[in-house]
């Protein structure tokens, strides 16, 4: 699934094609891809929607209109193309028609992708946790965050309604290059450890988003595929010499999830 820099990484494709554009229509080829709505539902007010503006808000991309906003999760395999004459992909489950005669496709494989109508970002929010890379999420914050709760860090990070955006690949670097095992226990760790670990994920995030995110198995935009694969330190290399220690990494299962860890690395806290 892609995570925060991916979506950014879309995001920031999509906002000098779409803003200023309006919406003709909608046509829908997989049924179930509008979760909550239907295409007249959009044009309540207007025939055609201006798009004021493209912005992520944890894994979602967000097309603000007028009076609603449109929230795409790509979920596995989601991608979203501008294409005016080509043929549609073959795996295509929606086309919005623009006034350029434009279309944004939203193109899934596995067909778990969706959009959403929503008036504005309440639902989000109140589901969705701080985002990692906004003004607030200060050092403090994220302490409080992680000693307040008795959990498994790994899981903890996961969790989309404590903090948004983070998925399997990033929370295992950030553990990496913070040298926390991702069994430890969230309110174990050291005050100084969280310092190290705040500044990681932000770093870490920021590094993908400029390499355009990571391409694992299926992610691309507009046929580029993610860069930041090539500057992954743990996260898919089991057998792979660290890079600090030289220790080879190893694969666990933590919290239902394939997750690398480097044993000597990365110390494991569970009491204070």
């Known amino acids: ?4 820099p991916e979506v950014q990484t879309v995001v920031n494709h999509l906002k000098s094609q ?3 554009r309006r919406i003709l229509n909608i046509e829908i080829i997989w049924p179930k891809v509008l979760d909550n709505f239907k295409p007249e539902e959009l044009f309540t007010y207007k025939s055609n929607l201006k798009v004021n503006d493209v912005f992520r808000r944890a894994k979602f991309i967000i097309i603000q209109l007028d009076f609603y906003i449109l929230a795409i999760h790509l979920r596995m395999t989601g991608k979203l193309h501008i294409i005016k004459d080509e043929p549609f992909p073959k795996h295509t489950s929606s086309v919005i028609n623009l006034d350029n005669n434009y279309k944004l496709i939203f193109e899934d494989v596995r067909k778990f992708g969706r959009i959403y109508l929503y008036r504005n970002l309440d ?11 906004s003004n607030s999420f200060s050092s403090k914050l994220f302490q409080d965050l992680i000693l307040t709760k008795k959990r498994n860090i790994k ?3 996961l969790d989309q309604s404590i903090i948004s955006g983070l998925g399997n690949i ?23 450890k969280l310092k190290r670990l705040h500044e990681s ?5 920021q590094e993908a988003i400029a390499s355009k995110g990571t391409t694992i198995i299926d992610f691309s935009v507009n046929g580029e595929s993610g860069r930041y694969s090539s500057q992954l330190r743990v996260y898919g290399k089991k057998g792979h010499q660290c890079l600090n220690c030289k220790n080879n990494i190893i ?21 204070r």
């Open 201 to 205: 994920i932000i770093s870490i995030l």
């Open 18 to 20: 779409l803003i200023g």
């Open 155 to 157: 899981g903890l990070l």
């Open 123 to 133: 639902v989000i929010n109140s589901k969705y946790g701080i985002e990692p890379l």
């Open 1 to 4: 699934m892609p995570e925060l």
């Open 170 to 192: 990033y929370v295992d670097e950030s553990l990496w290059m913070s040298g926390i095992h991702p069994n430890s226990i969230s309110c174990s760790i050291s005050k100084l």
């Open 251 to 271: 694969k666990l299962r933590v919290c239902g999830r394939g997750t690398y860890v480097c044993k000597k690395c990365q110390k494991i806290y569970t009491k």
